[in-house]
DNA sequence: TTAAATTCCTGTAAGC
DNA sequence: TGCTTACAGGAATTTA
């Protein structure tokens, strides 16, 4: 699944390539797959405008262009957007088509088709309610534990449904959320509205060492994840708990438990984790 | 207002 | 072997 690590990855492995490219045409071959503005507006406006930056917000990709415009994607559970030569074979579920100025293409494929493509400046995103407003980026250097622990205290369901919610903390999914709580020695089901602050301090810290591990490894290929070249990343092979149900703790060996917490499944140790 | 449940979607794997 | 079923989940939407 891609979250904040694997986007980033994408991210910054398309900057350098996008930066300064113009975007021909869009070859739109699933048209629901653009939720704003409508599907045959979108390849209108998108063609012909000039890429100024590539940056990520949570877990979208914020393609920025000329004339404030801002071409948005988020993968969804299953998408990909590759950086391929216009020769490559088009894979099936390829959805999306962008031809830039030196013949390379941007491809978005989803399978899944979770995932959704937006254009429009921020302005008009935010007016048409495209794109929800998202909390802070959890490693962001003015991002504080205190901050964490004031929002965590005012809500009463479960730490990890909170931690999931993207307006606690942008860019946390099933994976991190589960690997940062365990790396806190926190429960996942206790209530986030009685938290300490130290604990909250704990869990702030966690979290930033679990995204940041996982950027350096180049994300979790635990599903259908790929970065821009297509290829897998290195984050699955060091997982503390995801999708390690049954299986030993590394700290104490005890079977790690297995729970669904707010609908997903949770995975945790019953003896490390209070 | 907040939290929980439902919905969308298809590939994969387990079970019979 | 081949079919059916359960499961994976981000986030918008609906319900409580």
């Avoid at 293409?105 to 959704?116: E, I, K, S, T």
């Avoid at 365990?182 to 130290?198: E, Q, T, V």
């Avoid at 897998?232 to 005890?254: N, S």
Wanted: aromatic share 6%; proline share 6%.
């Amino acid at each position: 699944m891609p979250e904040l690590p694997e986007v980033e990855t994408i991210a910054a492995d398309l900057r350098p390539h996008l930066v300064g490219r113009t975007i021909v045409r869009c070859d739109l071959r699933f048209p629901t797959i653009v939720r704003h503005p409508e599907p045959e507006l979108f390849v209108d406006l998108v063609a012909g405008l000039h890429i100024e930056s590539v940056r990520r917000r949570g877990k979208y990709i914020l393609i920025g262009l000329e004339h404030e415009r801002v071409l948005v994607v988020h993968l969804g559970m299953s998408g990909q957007l590759r950086l391929v030569d216009a020769a490559t074979p088009i894979a099936n579920h390829t959805h999306a088509i962008f031809d830039l100025d030196d013949g390379s293409q941007l491809r978005y494929r989803d399978p899944r088709r979770f995932g959704r493509i937006l254009l429009g400046t921020e302005d008009a995103l935010r007016e048409a309610r495209a794109m929800p407003r998202l909390g802070p980026e959890p490693i962001d250097p003015d991002f504080g534990s205190e901050e964490l622990y004031q929002m965590l205290r005012r809500r009463r369901a479960p730490l990890k449904a909170v931690l999931l919610d993207q307006r606690t903390v942008a860019g946390v999914g099933n994976i991190y959320a589960d690997e940062s709580l365990h790396r806190a020695k926190l429960r996942p089901d206790r209530l986030a509205s009685g938290i300490s602050r130290k604990s909250a301090r704990r869990l702030h810290e966690s979290m930033r060492e679990s995204l940041e591990t996982a950027i350096k490894n180049r994300g979790s290929s635990v599903d259908t994840y790929r970065d821009a070249w297509g290829e897998i990343g290195g984050q699955q092979e060091v997982l503390l708990v995801y999708g390690r149900a049954g299986e030993p703790c590394f700290t104490c060996g005890r079977p790690l438990a297995s729970k669904r917490i707010a609908g997903r499944t949770t995975v945790y140790c019953t003896r490390c984790q209070r």
